[in-house]
C-alpha cells in the first residue's frame, strides 16, 4: 500500500488511462479519466463507494497509468487495452452477438441487395433487424416489387444467358445487359425507400401484381403476393404514429444497483420500432457516465452507428461523438432527451433496462458462480499458482489417423472467448497417435511464447487436456522441452471426471455438482465438438465415401446403400443401430459394428 500512495502523490494532471493490477500482476481494470490526478486518486480516498467499486478496489495490489494527448485517444485507448486484457471488473460486451443488416452494394454499377451481419464501409445498410422482422421477406418484397437483383454475379461488357429470376420477374437481368444503369438505378433508389420505412408505394405496387396475377388466373403468383400483402400490414402496426418517418436512431437506457447494471437498446427506423435488446453489465466504473461511454463504445464496435443515439442526460455527449467522428469516420448526433416523443422512447427504454435487471439480478449471480468463482475454486482445489483467467483446452479428432486435427478454445473468466479458438492440421505424425499429437499442437502453440506473436496469442494461466494421465505425461514433455515452468497444467479425464494434476499421483476428484468441476466439463466438451467440428469440415473435401471402407464388413454394395440412404457420411455418423437397420442389407451385428465404429473414433 505504501508504493500506491507514493505513486498517487506522482499522478500528473493530464488526460490518460490507468491500469489497476492484483496481486498476481492481472490487470483487473481499466478506466479513462480526463485528469489522471483526480480519478486514480478516487479510489483511495475513505468515502463512501459503490459496491463493486469497493470490491475491486479490495483486490488492487498495484496501478500503472498512460497518458494521452486529449481524452478522446484515452477513450479509443481505453476500449484497445479492455480488448486486449478482458479485466474482470469491466464491461465485456462479446464479438459474437451480432444482428442481421440488408446490405445495399451501392460501389457496384449494378447493386445487389444481401443479408449480412458485419458491418463494412462498402455500402448502404437498413437494420439491424430483430424482434420478428425477417430480412429474408423484406429482401423478397424487394425482389418483387423492384426486381432488384439478389445474386452476386459479376457483370461485364459480356452479356450472359438471363437466370430463372429473370423470367419469373424478379430481376431485369443486368448480366445480360437487358437494362440500362440509370434505370436500374432507379429500382435501386426506390427499393432503399421501401427499407428506409416508405411502404405506401410498395403497397400499392404489391396489390397491382396480386390482382394482375389473379385476373391471369396464375394464383400461385397472386398468393405470394397477398401474403407479401399480409406481411407489410404486420410492418406497418410497428411505426410509432407518433414519431416522425425521418427518425433513425437507438434509444438507449441504462440502469444500476451498485452491484449490477443493464443497458437497454431499443432500435427505431424511419419512425418504426425494428426491436430491441438487454445487455447485463457487471462493471465497476465509478459513475454511471463512465459505465455508459464504455457500453457505448464496446457495442458500436460491433454495430453501424445510426444518424442518432438518444440517451440519458449524464452521458458524455461531447466525447463520444468526437470519438466516433475521429475513430469511425461517422458523424452521429448523440441527443439528450428531454421532452417530447423521444423522452417517451427513453423512458420506454429505461423500464425496459429496470425490468430485466430486476429479473436478471439472480441470472447474473449464477453466472458469476459457474464462471468467476467457479475459477477461483479451481485455484483452491487443485492447488494452482494462481488465478485461471484464461483457460485453453485442447482435443484431438480422427478417424484411424486419417485427417488428424487439433483443437484449442479459450475461456476467459470462465466464458467462451470465441475469437480466441484456434485449430491445428497435424503435420507430423502418422496414424493415430493421440500422445504425439497433443505433443506437436501443444509444442507449436508454446512455441508462440516470448516471440511477438505473444500478443496475438496470449499466455494461458492454466491449460486443460482432455484425457487421463497418459496425456497429461505427453504434454508435460513439451512443456520440459520449450523450459515452460509458470503455466498450470491438468487432463481431464472423461469416465469418472478425475482430474490429474502434476503435483500427485493420484487423481482430484471434485463433487459432480461443483461449480468448478462443471467449468472444466464446459471447456472439455467445447474442446471437443470444435475439434469434431474441423475434422468432419476437412472430410467434407475427401472422398468421404473411402471412410466406410475402414469399417470392417461394409463392400462396395453396401456402402451404395447406406449412401443412398443417409445421403451424407455426417449422417451416416450420427445415426443409431436402430436407424443403420433400416438400410437394405444392414443387419443388426453390422449395425452395431457401424455404430461402435464411429463412436469410439470421434
Known amino acids: 500500500m505504501n508504493v500506491i500512495r507514493e505513486k498517487l502523490k506522482l499522478l500528473p494532471d493530464t488526460p490518460g488511462v490507468y491500469i489497476m493490477l492484483d496481486h498476481e500482476g492481472t490487470v483487473i481494470y481499466v478506466g479513462k479519466a480526463r485528469v489522471l490526478k483526480n480519478r486514480v486518486r478516487q479510489y483511495f480516498h475513505s468515502s463512501?463507494?459503490?459496491?463493486?467499486?469497493?470490491?475491486?478496489?479490495?483486490?488492487?495490489?498495484?496501478?500503472?497509468?498512460?497518458?494521452t494527448k486529449t481524452e478522446i485517444d484515452a477513450l479509443a485507448l481505453e476500449n484497445n487495452l479492455i480488448k486486449k486484457y478482458k479485466p474482470k471488473y469491466n464491461i465485456l460486451l462479446k464479438d459474437d452477438k451480432t444482428y442481421p443488416y440488408i446490405k445495399v452494394y451501392t460501389k457496384e454499377d449494378f447493386p445487389h441487395f444481401a443479408i449480412t451481419r458485419k458491418i463494412t464501409k462498402d455500402g448502404k445498410?437498413?437494420?439491424?433487424?430483430?424482434?420478428?422482422?425477417?430480412?429474408?421477406?423484406?429482401?423478397?418484397?424487394?425482389?418483387?416489387?423492384?426486381?432488384?437483383?439478389?445474386?452476386?454475379?459479376?457483370?461485364?461488357?459480356?452479356?450472359?444467358?438471363?437466370?430463372?429470376?429473370?423470367?419469373i420477374h424478379r430481376c431485369p437481368a443486368p448480366c445480360a445487359l437487358l437494362i440500362s444503369k440509370e434505370d436500374y438505378a432507379k429500382s435501386v433508389q426506390s427499393a432503399m425507400r421501401f427499407l428506409s420505412?416508405?411502404?405506401?408505394?410498395?403497397?400499392?405496387?404489391?396489390?397491382?401484381?396480386?390482382?394482375?396475377?389473379?385476373?391471369?388466373?396464375?394464383?400461385?403468383?397472386?398468393?405470394?403476393?397477398?401474403?407479401?400483402?399480409?406481411?407489410?400490414?404486420?410492418?406497418?402496426?410497428?411505426?410509432?404514429?407518433?414519431?416522425?418517418?425521418?427518425?433513425?436512431?437507438?434509444?438507449?437506457?441504462?440502469?444500476?444497483?451498485?452491484?449490477?447494471?443493464?443497458?437497454?437498446v431499443l432500435i427505431v427506423r424511419g419512425g418504426i420500432m425494428q426491436g430491441g435488446a438487454h445487455f447485463a453489465l457487471e462493471d465497476a466504473s465509478f459513475?454511471?457516465?463512465?459505465?455508459?461511454?464504455?457500453?457505448?463504445?464496446?457495442?458500436?464496435?460491433?454495430h453501424e452507428i445510426p444518424e442518432e443515439i438518444i440517451v440519458e442526460d449524464y452521458c458524455e455527449t461531447e466525447l463520444v461523438q468526437a470519438f466516433f467522428k475521429e475513430h469511425r469516420k461517422k458523424n452521429a448526433t448523440i441527443t439528450i432527451a428531454k421532452q417530447g416523443v423521444?423522452?417517451?422512447?427513453?423512458?420506454?427504454?429505461?423500464?425496459?433496462?429496470?425490468?430485466?435487471?430486476?429479473?436478471?439480478?439472480?441470472?447474473?449471480r449464477h453466472k458469476d458462480d459457474m464462471t468467476k468463482k467457479a475459477?477461483?475454486?479451481?485455484?483452491?482445489?487443485?492447488?494452482?499458482?494462481?488465478?485461471?483467467?484464461?483457460?485453453?483446452?485442447?482435443?484431438?479428432?480422427?478417424?484411424?489417423?486419417?485427417?488428424?486435427?487439433?483443437?484449442?478454445?479459450?475461456?476467459?473468466?470462465?466464458?467462451?472467448?470465441?475469437?480466441?479458438?484456434?485449430?491445428?492440421?497435424?503435420?507430423?505424425?502418422?496414424?493415430?497417435?493421440?500422445?504425439?499429437?497433443?505433443?506437436?499442437?501443444?509444442?507449436?502453440?508454446?512455441?508462440k511464447l516470448g516471440t511477438e506473436e505473444e500478443e496475438r496469442f496470449m499466455r494461458p494461466d492454466l491449460i486443460v487436456i482432455d484425457g487421463g494421465k497418459g496425456q497429461l505425461s505427453a504434454v508435460k514433455e513439451s512443456f520440459d522441452r520449450l523450459g515452460i515452468t509458470d503455466i498450470d497444467l491438468i487432463s481431464l479425464?472423461?469416465?469418472?471426471?478425475?482430474?490429474?494434476?502434476?503435483?500427485?499421483?493420484?487423481?482430484?476428484?471434485?463433487?459432480?455438482?461443483?461449480?468448478?468441476?462443471?467449468?472444466?466439463?464446459?471447456?472439455?466438451?467445447?474442446?471437443?465438438?470444435?475439434?469434431?467440428?474441423?475434422?468432419?469440415?476437412?472430410?467434407?473435401?475427401?472422398?468421404?465415401?473411402?471412410?466406410?471402407?475402414?469399417?470392417?464388413?461394409?463392400g462396395k454394395k453396401k456402402r451404395?446403400?447406406?449412401?443412398?440412404?443417409?445421403?451424407?457420411?455426417?449422417?451416416?455418423?450420427?445415426?443409431?443401430?436402430?436407424?443403420?437397420?433400416?438400410?437394405?442389407?444392414?443387419?443388426?451385428?453390422?449395425?452395431?459394428?457401424?455404430?461402435?465404429?464411429?463412436?469410439?473414433?470421434?
Open 560 to 602: 451404395i446403400a447406406l449412401l443412398n440412404s443417409f445421403g451424407t457420411i455426417d449422417k451416416i455418423m450420427k445415426a443409431s443401430k436402430e436407424e443403420l437397420m433400416k438400410t437394405e442389407g444392414i443387419g443388426e451385428e453390422l449395425a452395431e459394428k457401424i455404430a461402435k465404429y464411429f463412436k469410439e473414433n470421434l
Open 287 to 302: 459513475s454511471e457516465a463512465d459505465a455508459l461511454s464504455a457500453f457505448l463504445i464496446q457495442y458500436y464496435s460491433h
Open 197 to 264: 420505412g416508405d411502404y405506401e408505394e410498395v403497397e400499392e405496387l404489391l396489390t397491382q401484381k396480386m390482382r394482375y396475377f389473379a385476373e391471369r388466373e396464375e394464383f400461385e403468383l397472386a398468393l405470394s403476393y397477398r401474403d407479401k400483402l399480409a406481411m407489410l400490414s404486420k410492418l406497418k402496426l410497428k411505426r410509432i404514429t407518433s414519431i416522425n418517418r425521418d427518425i433513425n436512431a437507438d434509444v438507449i437506457a441504462y440502469a444500476g444497483n451498485h452491484l449490477y447494471s443493464a443497458v437497454n
Open 125 to 167: 445498410y437498413f437494420g439491424p433487424f430483430m424482434g420478428g422482422i425477417s430480412c429474408k421477406d423484406l429482401l423478397e418484397i424487394v425482389s418483387m416489387t423492384y426486381n432488384v437483383r439478389l445474386c452476386q454475379t459479376a457483370i461485364t461488357s459480356t452479356p450472359k444467358k438471363p437466370c430463372l429470376n429473370f423470367h
Open 48 to 67: 463512501a463507494k459503490p459496491e463493486k467499486v469497493a470490491a475491486m478496489v479490495s483486490n488492487i495490489a498495484d496501478f500503472y497509468y498512460i497518458i
Open 493 to 554: 479425464a472423461k469416465q469418472e471426471e478425475e482430474v490429474f494434476v502434476l503435483h500427485s499421483d493420484e487423481p482430484i476428484r471434485l463433487e459432480r455438482r461443483d461449480y468448478a468441476l462443471r467449468l472444466l466439463q464446459r471447456i472439455r466438451d467445447e474442446s471437443h465438438r470444435f475439434a469434431i467440428t474441423y475434422f468432419r469440415n476437412l472430410h467434407s473435401k475427401r472422398n468421404l465415401e473411402s471412410i466406410l471402407n475402414e469399417v470392417d464388413g461394409i
Open 375 to 447: 475459477c477461483e475454486r479451481l485455484k483452491e482445489l487443485l492447488g494452482l499458482r494462481k488465478y485461471p483467467k484464461r483457460m485453453e483446452c485442447y482435443d484431438i479428432s480422427n478417424i484411424s489417423g486419417v485427417d488428424k486435427v487439433g483443437s484449442m478454445v479459450v475461456f476467459t473468466d470462465g466464458e467462451a472467448d470465441k475469437v480466441e479458438y484456434r485449430r491445428f492440421k497435424i503435420k507430423t505424425v502418422e496414424g493415430a497417435n493421440d500422445f504425439a499429437s497433443l505433443q506437436e499442437v501443444l509444442s507449436r502453440r508454446l512455441s
Open 342 to 364: 423521444k423522452r417517451e422512447l427513453l423512458n420506454m427504454a429505461q423500464r425496459n433496462a429496470e425490468d430485466y435487471l430486476g429479473k436478471s439480478v439472480e441470472k447474473i
